[in-house]
């Protein structure tokens, strides 16, 4: 077992995927795989000192992440 607690998850959800696979939930396997992945991926960004981004405290009180002057994401034009 690794001694990350993080890589240790995600040896756990892959041994979850697996009988979860074998038992037929293939939905419910393929999730705790995208999470193992996750863990392993945020568990090589600790290694290497990479922080995840700060949400500003203005967002959380507003509860958007975009700045005041963005419109957000222009949506592409429907086609007919």
């Known amino acids: 077992m690794p001694s990350d607690p993080l890589l240790a998850k995600a040896e756990r959800y892959i041994r979850s995927a697996q009988l979860l696979a074998q038992h037929g939930d293939l939905d419910s396997s393929a999730s705790r795989l995208y999470y193992a992945m996750f863990y392993m991926a945020e568990a090589l960004l ?35």
């Open 46 to 80: 600790a290694a290497r000192a990479c922080r995840s981004p700060v949400i500003p405290r203005s967002s959380l009180r507003t509860g958007s992440i975009l700045p005041a002057h963005s419109a957000g994401p222009s949506l592409p034009p429907r086609l007919s």
